[in-house]
Each structure stands twice: as structure tokens, then as C-alpha cells.
């Protein structure tokens, strides 16, 4: 492995997932609330390792197949305890249209990156590297502002229960903006999961033809 910048964060991200699920599953506020901060450094990260990777010319293929296997443990670290979470305590679901998080939409988010990793590997023990494309860009970043809309929901859900209301400021909105990330991140992870099939089929038909 070549040990750079872009990598080193990229690393860093791998170890913040096994910690923001264990904070996630403590039933407490204070502990919801640095699950909160964990995910939101995480994600950042996401977008900075690239531009420097990019940036600095240190583009390697390390970064290209961990960053897309860290981009899917942060997201099965968040999405399976929130599911768990909502699941085994109605008073912190109640999302606008959703409810909760549906078993459904754990399964479009996770089993479209189990394929896609799948797939990637196949594609590794025949030589070739599939760089992650734009369009799976743009699906991990509206799945990230449907994670963090989410975790900010629960957060703010185990304040506000325990003092029998739903009155914290903004839960309306949160809840709504949550929601409408969730439908955008399931049409953009159907979207790139066809791109990516598209992708990988042309990898295969150059290697045979090589």
C-alpha cells in the first residue's frame, strides 16, 4: 500500500464505523449525540480524501478499492442501528412517509454496495480496477445527508420522549428533509447500481477481447 494523506483518511474513516454503531446503540442522548459528530467527521472525510487524492496526484489503488468499501461500513454502521433502533422503539420512529427506516430500504441501500463489491471483485482477479463513478458519488452523498437527518432525528427524539412531547424545535422539518433524502438516496442507489452493471459488464467484454 502506498501511505499518503488521501489514504491515511481514508483509514481513518474504516475505523470511525465500528464506533459510531456502538454509539448509536447506547440508549442514551449523550451518546446519540457524539454518534452525531463521529458520522459527521466520517463523512466529511469522504469528500476530502478524494479532492486530495485528485488534487495531490495521489490517486492509488488502495483509494480506489478501500474508499468505496469504507463508504459502504459507514453506511451498513448507520443504517442497521437505525433500523434496529426504530424497530424496537416506535417513539423514536415516526418519520413523515417512512415511519421508520423500512426493512425494504436497508435492503435496496445495502444490497445494491454487497453486489457492487461483489462485482468489483471479480473484476480485481482479472486485473482490472473499477474506479467508483460520478454517479455513485452522487448516490453516497445524498445517502450521507439521509444519515445524518436521521441520526440528527433520533437524537433529537431521545431528548424529547423522555419529557412526553415531540416538541423540539425543528423535528418537523428534520423529519421531512430525512424523508425526502431517503427517496432521493433509494432512486440514486437503483440508478448507479444500473450504471455500474453497465460498468462492469464493459471491463469483462475488454478483457475477453484482450
Same mark, same amino acid.
Given at each position: 500500500m502506498t501511505?499518503? !494523506?488521501p489514504n491515511a483518511i481514508t483509514t481513518v474513516r474504516l475505523v470511525l464505523t465500528p464506533l459510531l454503531a456502538w454509539l448509536l446503540l447506547e440508549a442514551s442522548t449523550l451518546a446519540r449525540a457524539l454518534a452525531c459528530?463521529?458520522?459527521?467527521v466520517a463523512a466529511v472525510s469522504d469528500l476530502w480524501d478524494g479532492y486530495l487524492a485528485r488534487r495531490r496526484r495521489e490517486v492509488t489503488d488502495y483509494g @480506489? !478499492?478501500?474508499d468505496p468499501v469504507?463508504? @459502504?461500513l459507514l453506511l451498513a454502521a448507520a443504517v442497521i442501528p437505525l433500523y434496529v433502533i426504530m424497530r424496537r422503539s416506535p417513539s423514536l420512529a415516526g418519520l413523515p412517509i417512512y415511519d421508520g427506516v423500512p426493512l425494504w430500504a436497508v435492503l435496496v441501500l445495502l444490497g445494491r454496495?454487497?453486489?457492487?463489491t461483489v462485482l468489483r471483485s471479480a473484476a480485481a482477479r482479472r486485473g482490472r480496477i473499477v474506479a467508483a463513478l460520478r454517479s455513485g458519488k452522487y448516490k453516497a452523498f445524498v445517502q450521507n445527508l439521509f444519515l445524518g437527518g436521521a441520526l440528527v432525528w433520533v437524537t433529537l427524539r431521545s431528548a424529547d420522549v423522555p419529557r412526553g412531547g415531540d416538541a423540539a424545535p425543528?423535528? $418537523?422539518l428534520v423529519g421531512w428533509f430525512t424523508a425526502i433524502s431517503l427517496t432521493g438516496a433509494? !432512486?440514486? $442507489?437503483?440508478?448507479?447500481l444500473a450504471e455500474y452493471l453497465v460498468a462492469f459488464a464493459h471491463v469483462l467484454e475488454r478483457r475477453r477481447a484482450s
Open positions: 501511505w499518503n !494523506l459528530g463521529v458520522f459527521l @480506489k !478499492l478501500v469504507a463508504d @459502504k454496495e454487497l453486489l457492487i425543528g423535528m $418537523t433509494l !432512486l440514486l $442507489t437503483l440508478g448507479s
